[in-house]
C-alpha cells in the first residue's frame, strides 16, 4: 500500500477539539502554510473598496491581511466554524487599525451572511472539510454576487506533497493505516482536479482556473527543531490520532523516524524546509 493509499479518512471537529488544537498551535500552524497563502492573496489581487468573505479563516492573518488590501472603502469579514479561534481572531484584529474588518462563526456549509452578497470569496485551505462538497459550495455561491470571483488554495495529492509523504513514511514503518477515501472530508478532499471541477460547476461557479503552487514550508512551524516538529506533528495532526492509539511505544518509534526524516531538511534558525504543494484555483459566480 502506497503512502498515498495509506493516507486515512479526515473528519476533523473544526468545532471543537480540532479548533482548539488549532489555536493552540497558531503561530506553529500559521508559519507553516504562510508560503502558500502569501502567494494566494498575491494571485488574488484585492483592491481598495472591495468586501470580500474569508471561508474558515482560522486565527484571522488571512482576513486582517484582506482588509489591509481593500483599505479604504473595503470591508473583510473572516468565517470559522470554530468558536475559540474567532474569538482569538476579534482579540487580533482590535490591535491593529482595521475597523472593516469583523469575524463571524459559523459553518459556512449551511450559514446565510447577514452582509452578502460580497464582492469576494477567498479561503486558504479552508474549503476541504464540508462533509458534502457540492452542498457547502453551493451555499458559498450565495455569498457571492453574480459576476463576483473566487480565490482558493486547496493541497494537491498527498503523493505530490513532500511534507505528507515524509510523515506518512515514518508512520507507516510502525502503524497500520486505513485506505484513503477519495473526496471524503480532509486536507485532500479536493485534489483531485476532475471532482474539484464538477463542485464548483455544479455551486455555478465558472471561468475555472486552477494554477499548482509549490513552496518550500517550515514544517512543524518556522524555526522549530527536528525533535519538536516530530512531536507536533504527531500531537495535533488528525493522522497522529492512529499513532497515539497504537501505544507510547509505536509513537516513540515514530516520532525518532520523523525526526530523522526532518533533520536532512533542516536549516539552523529557519525550519524543517519540505516542498507542499497546493492548486490555487479561481472562479467566477455565473
Known amino acids: 500500500m502506497s503512502d498515498a493509499q495509506a493516507m486515512p479518512n479526515n473528519t476533523e471537529d473544526w468545532g471543537g477539539e480540532m479548533g482548539r488544537t488549532w489555536l493552540a498551535n497558531l503561530e506553529r500552524f500559521e508559519s507553516m502554510i504562510q508560503p502558500i497563502g502569501a502567494a494566494l492573496l498575491t494571485h488574488a489581487q484585492f483592491k481598495p473598496g472591495e468586501s470580500v468573505i474569508d471561508i474558515g479563516c482560522g486565527g484571522g492573518a488571512t482576513t486582517i491581511a484582506i482588509g489591509r488590501a481593500v483599505s479604504p472603502g473595503g470591508r473583510a469579514t473572516g468565517l470559522d466554524i470554530s468558536l475559540e479561534l474567532i474569538q482569538s481572531c476579534g482579540v487580533r484584529a482590535s490591535q491593529g487599525t482595521q475597523s472593516q474588518v ?8 449551511t450559514v446565510t451572511v447577514t452582509d452578502a452578497p460580497f464582492d469576494r470569496l477567498f479561503s486558504r485551505f479552508g474549503s476541504m472539510f464540508f462533509a458534502d462538497a457540492h452542498a457547502g459550495f ?17 493541497w494537491a495529492p498527498p503523493e505530490e506533497n513532500e511534507w505528507i509523504r515524509t510523515l506518512m513514511g515514518a508512520i507507516g514503518k510502525h502503524v497500520d493505516l486505513p485506505p484513503r477515501e477519495p473526496h471524503a472530508p480532509g486536507p485532500f478532499a479536493l485534489s483531485d482536479l476532475d471532482y474539484l ?8 461557479f465558472g471561468a475555472i482556473e486552477i494554477t499548482p503552487c509549490e513552496r ?14 516530530a512531536r507536533m506533528l504527531v500531537s495535533t495532526l488528525s493522522i497522529g490520532e492512529a499513532v497515539q492509539a497504537a501505544g507510547p511505544d509505536k509513537r516513540d518509534a515514530v516520532i525518532a523516524d520523523l525526526t530523522s526524516a526532518l533533520a536532512a531538511h533542516h536549516q539552523p534558525g529557519v525550519g524543517n524546509m519540505l516542498a507542499g504543494k497546493a492548486w490555487i484555483v479561481t472562479a467566477t459566480a455565473v
Not at 471541477?197 to 455544479?202: A, F, S
Not at 517550515?218 to 516538529?229: E, I, K, L, R
Open 197 to 204: 471541477h464538477d463542485v464548483l460547476t455544479q455551486a455555478r
Open 138 to 154: 453551493r451555499n458559498l455561491r450565495k455569498m457571492v454576487r453574480d459576476g463576483g470571483r473566487i480565490d482558493l488554495s486547496v
Open 216 to 229: 518550500s514550508m517550515p514544517v512543524g512551524g518556522a524555526g522549530a527543531t527536528p525533535d519538536a516538529a
Open 102 to 109: 469583523c469575524f463571524v462563526c459559523a459553518d459556512a456549509a
